[in-house]
């Protein structure tokens, strides 16, 4: 009997043993599934990698409908689905994309293939792909997949969860909704946070200006993304100054990176409506001004200084308060954006108990007054020479210019203010100046476009004349890059690293322009033999052999200036230019280093 009942207690113990067994198999089988990355899921995952967490990203960036109805439902395991691009700008940034269309991105000089056609502003592309698979060609509105395979809401997740460092900016839009685009749409920036850096470099995209209702209307017509955010892509990768690659960026690769779109169209100067009528009687000249100033009203919204003191008080969650150093650069429009409002972030920065030293950097924004004779008063339209552009649009715009500058100048003469040589000398804060010594936009005000038509001897005179005024305006600035090229804008190409002026790159100069500064703030003595003042002292244009290429507008060609100057209908030995003289005076400054 007791043996009975030993066995039937051994067979028990067996039997509930297979079932744990049974369990256990499952259980392993559900953890197994749960792991399989190609398993549909919904929800965002809540797992944190380190860093900003995809939920964080969620909050801090809207997703931006390129176009109505076009975006899918987001965080599945095989996509947020596809984003049809707007005006050529698609959102990419997936770490292994699926079906995506493979597209240009391209601006300032660069171009990189990416997922979905994105597109570039002034060297910023919008792609961010890293494995890109089944791709149709991209253009306009070319769909891309935005895709994470895994579980993650977003691609930043998904790129963390690979192990891999995400080099894209994402946008965030402000958090005062009062302050917009031209057409009333959120403005915002671009964010790429270097987790432990003090360093804070915020960048103004370029893109001139409009002035009028018709200047205006034109722009919204043909470049509604400078006008609007409801084009804008999810993310951006930077390139150039603004990219985090080393060797494409030594010295602010690990900085945190911050993009400003520009859609406000008054230089970086606006600050809202205008007043709606004079409050007295006006007389003579003044009510002329001021039926002008009505007629000139349009429905649009001007708050580019407005969009920056913002996009200030948004990064004072995310650390800018305890920077060390903020650089205030941009790019032409952007560059002027740069002089007409540093003293006003040091400002700020200041009142908010920061102790950062705030520099700028200036591209291709030192302009020069117009040389052509155009009819006082010019009317409303795009033959506006910059200077008239400027006094119409500060009306229309309610722009301000930094303070010391404003009382040098009478009132109604504040529009000198946005020319780097006649405000440069009221400004405190640290400033370097990039420009080309013939600038291809400052060549433009004046109708003469290198490499589109012919040229006549008069042009090229006035052209050899432009590098020697600009190099005379740049002659008190401590701190400045001016090769002798034709070329326009250079921080945000992908090879700014090439162009050298004496044997010195540009990443190499702002180095050296950074160390002096840090020394001087820590009252030691700059190190001898790292230059910042660098001025091509050649004659004409593209001596500098390090000189970005000219293009045939024609055949897209790569010509020499003698050649260009040559398929222009110019015979260079009258100009001065001896062939053989040029070859040899090239070579000697190869030899000697630039």
């Given at each position: 009997?007791?043996?009975?009942?030993?066995?039937?207690s051994v067979?028990?113990?067996d039997?509930?043993m297979k079932?744990?067994g049974?369990?256990?198999?499952?259980?392993?089988l559900?953890?197994?599934?749960?792991?399989?990355?190609?398993?549909?899921?919904?929800g965002?995952?809540?797992?944190?990698?380190?860093?900003?967490?995809?939920e964080?990203?969620a909050q801090?960036?809207?997703v931006?409908?390129?176009?109505?109805?076009?975006?899918?439902?987001s965080?599945s395991?095989r996509?947020?689905g596809?984003?049809?691009?707007?005006?050529?700008?698609?959102?990419t940034?997936?770490t292994?994309?699926?079906?995506?269309?493979?597209?240009?991105?391209?601006?300032g000089?660069?171009?990189?293939?990416?997922?979905?056609?994105?597109?570039?502003s002034?060297?910023?592309?919008a792609?961010g792909?890293?494995?890109?698979?089944?791709g149709?060609?991209g253009?306009?509105?070319?769909r891309?997949?935005?895709?994470t395979?895994?579980s993650?809401?977003?691609?930043?997740?998904?790129?963390r969860?690979?192990?891999?460092q995400?080099?894209?900016?994402?946008?965030q839009?402000?958090?005062?909704?009062?302050?917009?685009c031209?057409?009333?749409?959120?403005?915002?920036?671009?964010?790429?946070?270097?987790?432990?850096?003090?360093?804070?470099?915020?960048?103004l995209?370029g893109?001139w200006?409009?002035?009028?209702?018709?200047?205006?209307d034109?722009?919204?017509?043909n470049?509604?993304?400078?006008m609007?955010?409801s084009g804008?892509p999810?993310?951006?990768?930077?390139?150039?100054i603004l990219s985090?690659q080393?060797?494409?960026?030594?010295h602010?690769?690990?900085?945190?990176i911050?993009f400003?779109p520009y859609?406000?169209?008054?230089?970086?100067?606006g600050?809202?409506?205008?007043?709606?009528?004079?409050?007295r009687?006006?007389?003579?000249?003044e009510?002329?001004?001021?039926r002008?100033?009505?007629?000139?009203?349009?429905?649009?919204?001007?708050?580019?200084?407005?969009?920056?003191?913002?996009?200030?008080?948004d990064?004072?969650?995310?650390g800018?308060?305890?920077?060390?150093?903020?650089?205030?650069?941009?790019?032409?429009?952007?560059?002027?954006?740069?002089?007409?409002?540093?003293?006003?972030?040091a400002s700020?920065?200041?009142?908010?108990?920061?102790e950062?030293?705030?520099?700028?950097?200036?591209?291709?924004g030192?302009?020069?007054?117009?040389?052509?004779?155009?009819?006082?008063n010019?009317?409303?339209?795009?033959?506006c020479?910059p200077?008239?552009?400027i006094?119409?649009g500060?009306r229309?715009?309610?722009?301000?210019?930094?303070?010391?500058?404003?009382?040098l100048y009478?009132k109604?003469?504040?529009?000198?203010?946005?020319?780097?040589?006649?405000?440069f000398?009221?400004?405190?804060?640290?400033?370097f100046?990039?420009?080309?010594?013939?600038?291809e936009?400052?060549?433009?005000?004046?109708?003469?476009?290198?490499g589109?038509?012919?040229?006549?001897?008069?042009?090229w005179q006035?052209?050899?004349?432009?590098?020697v005024?600009l190099?005379?305006?740049?002659?008190?600035?401590?701190?400045?890059?001016?090769?002798?090229?034709?070329?326009?804008?250079?921080?945000?190409?992908?090879?700014?690293?090439?162009?050298?002026?004496?044997?010195?790159?540009?990443?190499?100069?702002?180095?050296?322009?950074?160390?002096?500064l840090?020394?001087t703030?820590n009252?030691?003595?700059?190190?001898k033999g790292?230059?910042f003042h660098?001025v091509d002292?050649?004659?004409?244009?593209?001596?500098?052999?390090t000189?970005?290429?000219?293009?045939?507008?024609?055949?897209?060609?790569?010509?020499t200036?003698?050649?260009?100057?040559?398929?222009?209908?110019l015979?260079?030995?009258k100009?001065?230019?001896d062939?053989?003289?040029?070859?040899?005076?090239?070579d000697?400054?190869?030899?000697n280093?630039g």
């Amino acid at each position: 009997m007791t043996g009975c009942l030993l066995i039937e207690s051994v067979s028990y113990i067996d039997t509930e043993m297979k079932i744990l067994g049974q369990i256990a198999f499952l259980l392993m089988l559900g953890g197994m599934w749960c792991q399989n990355p190609n398993a549909k899921v919904s929800g965002k995952s809540s797992k944190r990698t380190g860093g900003t967490s995809a939920e964080d990203v969620a909050q801090s960036a809207p997703v931006v409908d390129l176009t109505v109805g076009s975006t899918g439902g987001s965080g599945s395991a095989r996509g947020s689905g596809g984003t049809r691009g707007s005006a050529g700008a698609g959102t990419t940034g997936n770490t292994r994309g699926t079906a995506g269309a493979t597209g240009r991105a391209s601006g300032g000089g660069s171009s990189g293939r990416g997922n979905g056609g994105a597109a570039g502003s002034e060297g910023v592309g919008a792609t961010g792909s890293t494995k890109v698979t089944a791709g149709a060609g991209g253009s306009e509105g070319s769909r891309s997949t935005g895709s994470t395979r895994g579980s993650g809401g977003t691609a930043e997740a998904g790129a963390r969860s690979a192990g891999q460092q995400t080099d894209d900016m994402r946008l965030q839009f402000l958090k005062n909704t009062q302050v917009t685009c031209n057409d009333g749409t959120a403005a915002g920036f671009y964010l790429k946070e270097f987790r432990g850096s003090r360093r804070w470099l915020i960048f103004l995209e370029g893109g001139w200006c409009c002035y009028s209702k018709e200047t205006c209307d034109s722009r919204f017509q043909n470049i509604p993304r400078l006008m609007s955010s409801s084009g804008w892509p999810q993310t951006k990768r930077g390139t150039g100054i603004l990219s985090s690659q080393v060797e494409e960026n030594p010295h602010w690769h690990n900085a945190n990176i911050v993009f400003i779109p520009y859609c406000s169209s008054d230089v970086w100067s606006g600050t809202g409506p205008t007043s709606a009528a004079p409050s007295r009687p006006q007389q003579g000249r003044e009510r002329e001004g001021e039926r002008e100033k009505n007629e000139n009203t349009t429905e649009y919204t001007f708050m580019g200084s407005l969009i920056i003191r913002e996009v200030i008080k948004d990064l004072v969650p995310k650390g800018i308060k305890q920077a060390k150093v903020v650089m205030l650069s941009g790019t032409s429009a952007g560059g002027t954006g740069v002089l007409l409002n540093i003293e006003r972030v040091a400002s700020q920065l200041e009142q908010l108990g920061a102790e950062a030293q705030v520099r700028g950097l200036v591209d291709s924004g030192w302009f020069i007054e117009s040389k052509q004779q155009r009819p006082d008063n010019c009317p409303e339209t795009v033959s506006c020479s910059p200077e008239d552009a400027i006094k119409i649009g500060l009306r229309l715009w309610n722009g301000v210019v930094p303070d010391r500058c404003q009382q040098l100048y009478k009132k109604g003469e504040e529009w000198q203010c946005f020319f780097g040589h006649k405000l440069f000398s009221t400004l405190t804060s640290p400033l370097f100046v990039v420009q080309w010594l013939f600038d291809e936009e400052q060549l433009r005000v004046e109708n003469i476009y290198i490499g589109g038509q012919s040229l006549s001897e008069e042009q090229w005179q006035y052209i050899q004349n432009l590098g020697v005024e600009l190099k005379n305006s740049l002659r008190d600035v401590t701190a400045v890059f001016a090769p002798s090229c034709l070329s326009h804008t250079v921080l945000t190409r992908s090879n700014w690293i090439t162009v050298q002026v004496k044997g010195t790159s540009l990443p190499r100069a702002l180095h050296c322009w950074d160390r002096s500064l840090e020394a001087t703030r820590n009252n030691r003595t700059p190190a001898k033999g790292c230059p910042f003042h660098l001025v091509d002292t050649c004659q004409w244009p593209q001596c500098n052999p390090t000189c970005p290429a000219l293009v045939d507008q024609a055949t897209q060609q790569e010509l020499t200036l003698l050649q260009m100057l040559m398929a222009m209908g110019l015979d260079p030995q009258k100009l001065g230019l001896d062939p053989q003289g040029v070859e040899d005076s090239l070579d000697s400054m190869v030899s000697n280093g630039g």
